[in-house]
């Protein structure tokens, strides 16, 4: 499965974004997704991650209560982060990722897809 993300941008602190991950050549149905993101000099860390039903989220508590991770399975077949309330330590590269097996949401290592990344800048 190759995932394609866009969306991403410079925008202003307290501003919003709406990032998309699409996959090419398939559904995704059946398999669980995330959001991850990098900051230069740090570790790959968890943001976000949904079900393949949608009816189950997770958060990284840096983000809980301004991002929300939601999925169409359906005609659009997309998986979206919406981005609210920005900080300026939200800059990072922000990559989707998808599995499919269970186990925890939170390990980057546990997901099999990737996507490219897309840069996400807040200034202050």
């Known amino acids: 499965v190759q995932l394609v993300e866009s969306g991403g941008g410079l925008v202003q602190a307290g501003g919003s974004l709406r990032l998309t991950c699409v996959p090419s050549?398939?559904?995704?149905?059946?398999?669980?997704m995330g959001w991850f993101r990098q900051a230069p000099g740090k570790e790959r860390e968890f943001v976000a991650a949904?079900?393949?039903?949608?009816?189950?989220?997770?958060y990284a508590d840096s983000v809980k209560g301004r991002f929300t991770i939601s999925r169409d399975n359906g005609g659009k077949n997309t998986v979206y982060l919406q981005m609210n309330s920005l900080k300026p330590e939200d800059t990072a590269v922000y990559y989707c990722?998808?599995?499919?097996?269970?186990?925890?949401?939170?390990?980057?290592?546990?997901?099999?897809?990737w996507g490219q990344g897309t840069q996400v800048t807040v200034s202050s």
């Open positions: 050549g398939r559904t995704f149905s059946g398999y669980r």
């Open positions: 990722a998808a599995k499919t097996l269970s186990g925890s949401y939170y390990l980057w290592t546990e997901y099999d897809y």
């Open positions: 949904i079900n393949w039903s949608g009816d189950r989220t997770y």
